[in-house]
């Protein structure tokens, strides 16, 4: 295939001597001169591991040229690939004027190109700015319709600075958004021969992946590095404990506790950061990141509970008070704060939970229910059916298969708020169905 890419930095360079390699034809455009005298000379405007080679080859090969000279990259090209810097602002903004120079640009030269050529954006942008600078620009300068006159797509690129090229051919997965199957069937083309999972998805969805990606390999670093300092305060070694950490590929390294749904509770997390950070403090170490774990978990409970009230109905019913399905344990479980919020606010509640119920009548924790919260065993109900007929609003607080099933029969003039998103992707038919993270 015959591919433009603007923008001869890293992600732009390596691109180019990339597909070069993966047997494509390309040309390279850059606003700086420095750059396309290198890629004319056949050496790599970038310094980086195993490109020299690969631009130097593709060169020599007559696949590779670098040209200012936009109209005849786009109408020479089947894809352009837009690798322009996004730099931060002062105030932490994306400063996007390059992308939208070069969507202009771009746009321009479409005016004249005959085929269906696919603008293709790899530089990082936040979700939304596809729709808000880079697809008007093209429209605005072409005169034509994305979708329909060219294609367009959002590719995030997930190399990393050191070992680019390597992670290039053996990437984690290809991310491609994209509003038509045309657009998004032809970038998947140029990956045929890359080996890794392929995602064509809707382009905020394309742009958010990334983000969410490097806010979570972010959070890793901070995480490792917080555990390092309590571990070091107590004189463990903290790689010991992180390979082991590690090494657990079910609970640790895995998509579990990752899906967006509501507060975590139980006996167990809260307790132990509280005890963790406790410690930290009497050793005066601070750890920031471990520290705003609870508020933030806390906040969401005061959101859900404000989203309640915003909604302007009293008669409530929460399906699930133990903070996970399977379990009858009450304790620190988020939802019970939002119960309690609710009461105080003159709620009528209704409660369903077949293990709670049990477990008021004879398990382990009649006590605790006795003691501690008789205020919400009074409603406590044995049916789960009259719980949500009763209500005006259902909460799903955990994913008890049972109340799927209910929920199906029962629940289609209701609101419905779904902390655990029992229902992905078909819903109760006209409920209106809601979430709290997502
Ligand atoms: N560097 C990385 O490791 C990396 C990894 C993934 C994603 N990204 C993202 O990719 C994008 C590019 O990053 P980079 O590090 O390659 O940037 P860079 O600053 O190294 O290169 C950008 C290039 O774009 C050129 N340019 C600017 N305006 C242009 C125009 N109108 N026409 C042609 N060329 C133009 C600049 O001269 C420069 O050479 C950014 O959005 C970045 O966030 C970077």
């Known amino acids: 295939m015959?591919?433009?890419?603007f923008g001869l930095g890293y992600v732009g360079a390596v691109s180019a001597g990339c597909f070069c390699k993966l047997g494509h034809e390309v040309i390279g455009v850059d606003v700086?001169?420095?750059?396309?005298?290198?890629?004319?000379?056949?050496?790599?405007?970038?310094?980086?591991?195993?490109i020299d080679e690969l631009i130097a080859t593709a060169h020599k090969q007559g696949q590779l040229t670098a040209t200012d000279d936009v109209a005849a990259a786009i109408l020479g090209s089947d894809v352009s690939?837009?690798?322009?810097g996004t730099p931060s602002r002062r105030d932490g903004s994306l400063n996007l004027d390059y992308v939208q120079r070069v969507c202009e640009q771009i746009g321009a030269a479409l005016k004249d190109h005959k085929g269906y050529h696919v603008v293709t954006i790899r530089s990082t942008m936040l979700p939304g700015a596809a729709e808000d600078v880079a697809i008007p620009a093209l429209e605005r300068a072409s005169g034509g319709r994305v979708g329909k006159d060219f294609?367009?797509?959002?590719?995030?690129?997930?190399?990393?600075?050191?070992?680019a090229v390597k992670d290039f051919f053996g990437p984690p997965k290809t991310v491609i958004g994209t509003r038509d199957t045309r657009s998004g069937e032809l970038v998947a083309k140029l990956y045929a021969d890359i080996d890794a999972p392929l995602f064509?998805?809707?382009?905020?969805?394309?742009?958010?992946?990334?983000?969410a990606d490097n806010m979570f390999h972010a959070m890793k670093v901070v995480f490792g590095n917080e555990v390092g300092t309590f571990c070091r305060s107590l004189g463990i070694d903290s790689h010991k404990v992180m390979d082991i950490v590690c090494a657990d590929t079910?609970?640790?390294?895995?998509?579990?506790?990752?899906?967006p749904g509501f507060a975590f509770g139980g006996s167990c997390l809260p307790k132990d950061l509280r005890a963790v950070l406790d410690r930290a403090r009497r050793s005066a170490i601070s750890l920031p990141m471990l520290s705003s774990l609870l508020p933030s978990n806390e906040l969401h409970v005061r959101r859900f509970v404000d989203e309640i009230v915003g909604r302007g109905k009293k008669k409530v019913g929460v399906l699930g008070l133990a903070f996970k399905?399977?379990?009858d344990d009450l304790r620190e479980s988020p939802i019970v704060t939002v119960v309690e919020a609710l009461i105080g606010k003159g709620y009528d509640l209704q409660i369903f939970d077949r293990n709670v119920a049990l477990a008021a009548m004879v398990g382990a924790n009649k006590q605790y229910i006795m003691d501690e919260i008789p205020h919400i065993s009074?409603?406590?109900?044995?049916?789960?059916?009259?719980v949500i007929d009763d209500s005006e609003i259902v909460v799903i607080a955990n994913s008890d298969p049972g109340f799927r099933d209910a929920l199906l029969a029962r629940g289609h003039d209701k609101i419905v708020f779904d902390l655990v998103r029992l229902f992905s992707p078909e819903q109760p038919a006209g409920c209106d169905y809601n979430g709290i993270c997502w």
């Open 200 to 211: 064509i998805t809707e382009i905020p969805v394309a742009a958010a992946i990334k983000y």
């Open 81 to 84: 690939l837009v690798c322009v």
């Open 325 to 327: 399905a399977g379990t």
């Open 151 to 163: 294609g367009f797509c959002v590719n995030p690129e997930f190399l990393r600075e050191g070992s």
């Open 32 to 50: 700086l001169e420095v750059k396309r005298q290198k890629i004319a000379a056949g050496e790599s405007p970038v310094i980086e591991p195993e």
């Open 378 to 386: 009074s409603l406590l109900r044995d049916d789960i059916n009259q």
């Open 250 to 259: 079910k609970l640790n390294i895995s998509p579990v506790y990752l899906k």
């Open 2 to 5: 015959k591919i433009s890419v």
